[in-house]
């Protein structure tokens, strides 16, 4: 089973706050991804990680930003939290092979 | 990129074989060909890749013919819990930038 954590689960908040979701996996993997996915919709890449210090914006447009300071630690953040932010947001990890996702967090704008 | 067209949703019985075949006419030399499988509310789990010809492992085949412009996913004696989304990807190994899940098979399997 892959060592990937994703908390909160589910995230209910009103506009304007900002929020940080936070990813955590323990493979050791160098590559980190989140995706944005709504609904019965596509995954989207958002953000991406070769390694520490190294963050890239994936294919789709998003007002969030990552970090990543240690191997297994890649938080996602909004400023200031809007409804069209609303969505499943996955986060994943990879060595040279398959990713491996965690469970992802349901975040509500309100 | 590499994109990839695959049908949007398949149905079949509980025991039956299920062949996803996705089409990715302009697929590189260096391309993998990955499957994952993503049930409501989850996120994608690995299936199987595979380069040319073809791979097994203990749920799945992939076959790949010589030309590499497509690919099928072969799900042996489905059941009830292979209810899912099917997505192909084509990717160089190990690439994070070149990611492209698109909108997948939604497979249903009927009793």
């Known amino acids: 089973e892959a060592d990937i954590y994703q908390t909160p689960r589910y995230l209910v908040i009103g506009t304007g706050k900002k929020i940080t979701l936070e990813c955590s996996q323990t493979?050791?993997?160098?590559?980190m991804y989140w995706y944005q996915q709504d609904p019965g919709m596509e995954l989207h890449l958002i953000h991406y990680s070769y390694g520490v210090n190294s963050t890239e914006k994936g294919d789709l447009s998003s007002e969030s930003t990552v970090s990543r300071i240690r191997t297994e630690h890649f938080p996602l953040t909004l400023e200031s939290a809007r409804p069209s932010h609303t969505s499943q947001y996955l986060c994943a990890s990879s060595d040279i092979g398959e990713q491996f996702f965690g469970p992802g967090t349901r975040l509500t704008v309100l | 990129l590499a994109k990839t067209t695959q049908p949007i949703s398949m149905d079949s019985y509980e025991g039956q074989e299920v062949n996803i075949t996705c089409s990715h006419n302009?697929?590189?030399?260096?391309?993998?060909i990955t499957w994952y499988q993503q049930f409501p509310s989850q996120g994608p789990r690995f299936i199987i890749q595979?380069?040319?010809t073809k791979v097994t492992n203990e749920v799945a085949s992939l076959f790949i013919p010589a030309d590499r412009k497509s690919s099928t996913l072969s799900l042996p004696r489905v059941s009830l819990s292979d209810t899912a989304v099917y997505y192909c990807?084509?990717?160089?190994?190990?690439?994070?930038?070149?990611?492209?899940f698109g909108s997948g098979t939604r497979l249903s399997i009927r009793p």
């Open positions: 595979g380069y040319k």
């Open positions: 302009n697929i590189a030399t260096n391309d993998y």
């Open positions: 493979m050791g993997h160098d590559k």
């Open positions: 990807l084509v990717a160089v190994a190990g690439s994070a930038s070149k990611i492209i």
